[in-house]
């Protein structure tokens, strides 16, 4: 994966870039994700480089995408196998939703149904 730099008001309010998914979760309790789709969520979580390889045991990691419930479902599996929770919190709404200022959080709970 390519490192992303963090926008110029991001980082002057102290975000930092990291080179991977990894990078991210060997410096933080809590990781949040906002991806498009499940194949993506995937990836970042689960892939080389991922989540999932840099999270210590008792971190956690809320899915903020709308994604299909079993892909929630495997990647919360994965994780618990590490000491790690997941909380699946869909927004939905999109693009479109932001524009017209109408985001709707989804199903809000500990871990996945």
């Known amino acids: ?12 309010a102290g975000a930092k870039a990291a080179s991977s998914p990894k990078a991210v979760a060997e410096q933080a309790d809590v990781i949040i994700t906002m991806l498009p789709n499940s194949p993506q969520v995937r990836e970042v979580i689960l892939g080389d480089n991922g989540v999932i390889e840099g999270a210590r045991p008792g971190a956690v990691v809320i899915d903020m995408s709308s994604i299909a419930p079993l892909v929630s479902k495997e990647i919360a599996a994965k994780l618990e196998q590490k000491g790690i929770e997941m909380l ?5 709404g999109g693009a479109e939703g932001y524009r017209r200022n109408s985001l709707g959080h989804g199903r809000w709970q500990e871990g996945c149904i």
């Not at 992303?4 to 991001?10: E, G, L, N, V, Y």
């Not at 699946?88 to 939905?92: F, I, M, N, Y």
């Open 1 to 12: 994966m390519k490192a992303i730099k963090a926008p110029r008001s991001s980082s002057s």
């Open 88 to 92: 699946d919190a869909p927004v939905s």
